[in-house]
Each structure stands twice: as C-alpha cells, then as structure tokens.
C-alpha cells in the first residue's frame, strides 16, 4: 500500500483519541461548547487544563494558553483564519438553524449561515471564542 511518502507504518496501532483547544478564555471557550450539548462541569471554568467525553468516546479538551507556554514556551497563537474546524451532527435540518441562531445569539460569530448544501446536507459554520470553526449539520429528508 502506498503511503503517501508520510513513511506510515501498518504495524502501528495509533488511535486518534483527543482533539485539544488552546484558549485564551476558558469560561468562555466552556461556554460555547456546552451550548453544542458537550458536558462540562461548571466549576471546570477556573482550571488549567479540562476534558470531556461526547457520545462516540473521542475526548475533547482545553488548555489555557499559560498551561500550553508552560511546556512550549515558543508556542504562539495562530494568527489569520482558521486552521481547524470541529463538526456537529445535529438531529434534524430545524436544529441546525436553531443551534446557529442560539449561539449567534449568544454573541458566535456567524462564518456561513444556514444553508441546504448540494451534498445533501442542511450545513452552518460559527467560530468559536478561540476563532476556530465549528459546522453544525444535518442530513436533509431524502439524502
């Protein structure tokens, strides 16, 4: 099998297990993230680092900037767009727009309004407080 040049080796057995978010503003970071239905313990706001487990068992975690300079004292915060984008599968077309529209209203920024994509799918994109995209979609009926 070709790997691509990457040097890939098949007899690995590498899980990807944890998505991690550098922010700038943890409580806010958490705020939005519970708005997606993500549990996260209230009293986490004041922690360095904290996890959460979303149905699927991948975790997702946050690290305050000073606990991720702490051990890379080089790391600097991006800057121009995005360079990831986390996707939320919603139950139906209606909760997309409804999703979209409680946290624009909560102050997210709107990226892409809620739209009917060609791919079958009723699709938006927010940015979270960190500037991060964040998809938020839906099969639509007979896709």
Do not use: C
């Amino acid at each position: 099998m070709d790997d691509g040049g990457w040097g890939y080796d098949s007899t690995m057995s590498l899980t990807l297990d944890f998505i991690g978010i550098v922010t700038t503003d943890l409580a806010a970071s958490l705020a939005f993230y519970r708005e997606l239905g993500l549990e996260i313990p209230a009293d986490a706001d004041g922690e360095a680092h904290v996890e959460a487990v979303p149905p699927g068992g991948m975790r997702i975690g946050w690290d305050t900037l000073e606990t991720i300079q702490g051990f890379d004292p080089a790391y600097e915060v991006p800057t121009g767009s995005h360079r990831v984008a986390f996707a939320f599968q919603a139950g139906s077309p209606a909760e997309v727009d409804t999703v979209f529209a409680k946290l624009t209203a909560g102050g997210a920024t709107a990226r892409v309004e809620p739209w009917d994509a060609f791919w079958g799918q009723r699709y938006a994109t927010v940015m979270d407080p960190d500037g991060n995209a964040v998809d938020i979609y839906a099969p639509l009926p007979g896709s």
